[in-house]
């Protein structure tokens, strides 16, 4: 962590200190205690800092567990150890916080449906998903208590925990959450307020993630045009909503109704973040794959090298991103005929995320089959055959990864064999397979 946002932290624990309590109080001394650790982290000891919080935090108890002082005191003391990098520490305070504030207020009190849902967000970012569930269950249970089942207050906790079961794969109850909260929007704000957008965003991606690609393009176009009666058309959010309507008409084979939806978002992100953001480079990437798919390589090219100079300036020479570009590129560049130069951005491809992810990692065999296709159309049919055969021994090993990858690579080896076997050299690459060889999946913006 930077000596900045240290030393922003110890602010924070003395502005807090301040609302809670006197100067001459126990309140100072925990208070003390814990700038004293961030002083000791900032300045790279760190033995000393984890045992000067363990001090604050004893002084801390001298409140009582009836004080809301002490359960404030945790808070920020949790808040340090999260910096430190001490998770379950973090989370044992802040279990003995909401403990606290049960004691001091009752069990049924919106401060406690607070601590709550922080306890689900921070279990949530461990991937502790069973513990972050139970949390936000129970802020939502005292949230309904006190303010009622459809009070706008319910929703924030009601999509944390949609999102929290679609990470899990759990789509269905993500749905009725995300259609529930869609109800209180529409109910306590009207149709066409903006939070009424996001509804429609999130219920869009969920239907993507289940491939469900008509009913997502209908809700990403309702989210759409909300946030532009709303925001305006030039707006962030509009971009973020396009991103991913053009990824699901893509989806459906529709290329060329895709591209404006997909130019748009780029003259979005390229005026409101400038040429070299990453989230640039992602929308130069995504638009190269539509050319792509409509066997446009010619227009595509340069704009592989545009994302992957992005990538480079962003993320260093050997990111994962930077291995998609070089994929896309050398894909694009392989079907206009320069193969020396395809060869050589595919293998970098490879050489990055071998490195990065290991020699067995899914994204490396689609790389390796069109590396194939490459050494197959010059000639090289060996190569390409061995190349192919390391490409299905990668998707074997997760073949629920990319089901249609296996079958493609399987089906190029079979091709290849038949031209050993024939001494023959293959025909040319035909355009209309261009959608097959463009790699890794378009980035969406979630």
């Known amino acids: 962590m ?17 609302c809670v309590a006197s100067a001459a109080g126990p309140e100072a001394a925990w208070e003390r205690t814990a700038a004293k650790a961030a002083k000791a982290f900032q300045q790279g000891r760190i ?29 920020a003391l949790s808040d340090m150890y999260i910096h430190l990098g001490k998770y379950s520490e973090a989370e044992a305070l802040m279990r003995r916080a909401i403990e606290v504030r049960a004691q001091a207020l009752g069990p049924n009190r919106l401060e406690l449906a607070a601590s709550w849902s922080d306890l689900a967000k921070f279990c949530a970012a461990q991937q502790e998903y069973d513990k972050a569930e139970e949390a936000y269950q129970r802020s939502l249970q005292i949230e309904e208590k006190t303010l ?73 176009r309702r989210a759409l045009a909300i946030a532009e009666e709303a925001r305006g058309p030039n707006d962030p959010e509009c971009a973020r909503v396009l991103t991913n309507l053009s990824g699901v008409v893509e989806a459906l084979g529709r290329f060329g109704p895709a591209e404006p939806l997909r130019e748009r978002a780029l003259k979005i992100w390229e005026k409101s973040l400038g040429a070299d953001d990453p989230t640039v480079g992602m929308a130069l990437y995504n638009l190269a794959r539509n050319y792509m798919g409509q066997a446009q390589f ?13 990538y480079e300036a962003a993320f260093g020479p050997d990111d994962p991103e930077v291995a998609d570009a070089l994929h896309g590129l050398g894909t694009a560049d392989f079907y206009l005929g320069r193969y020396d130069e395809a ?79 024939r001494s023959a050299t293959p025909p040319p690459r035909k355009p209309a397979a261009a959608a097959e060889q463009t790699g890794a999946n378009p980035r969406p913006e979630q």
């Open 148 to 220: 009622g089942p459809e009070d706008r207050s319910l929703t924030q906790d009601l999509v944390n925990l949609a999102n929290l079961y679609s990470e899990e794969g759990r789509y269905a109850e993500a749905e009725a959450l995300e259609k529930r909260a869609l109800a209180i929007r529409l109910k306590q704000r009207g149709p066409e307020h903006f939070h009424v957008a996001y509804s429609y965003y999130n219920l869009g991606l969920l239907a993507s993630k289940q491939k469900k690609y008509t009913e997502a393009e209908d809700l990403y």
């Open 343 to 421: 060869e050589l951005l595919l293998k970098r491809s490879v050489a990055i995320r071998e490195a990065a992810q290991g020699v067995d990692a899914p994204e490396i065999a689609g790389t390796l089959n069109n590396l194939a296709d490459l050494y197959a159309d010059r000639g090289r049919i060996e190569e390409a055959i061995a190349l192919a055969k390391r490409a299905i021994a990668i998707y074997e090993k997760s073949p629920q990864a990319n089901p249609s990858g296996l079958a493609r690579s399987r089906n190029n080896l079979a091709r290849l064999l038949s031209l050993e076997t």
């Open 2 to 18: 930077t000596n900045k946002l240290w030393l922003g932290l110890v602010l924070g624990v003395l502005m807090l200190a301040s």
């Open 47 to 75: 033995a000393d800092a984890e045992d000067l919080l363990s001090l604050a935090i004893v002084e801390a108890q001298k409140l009582g567990m009836n004080d809301l002082g002490y359960a404030e005191a945790l808070d």
């Open 298 to 310: 010619d227009r595509a090219a340069p704009l592989y090298r545009r994302a992957l100079s992005v």
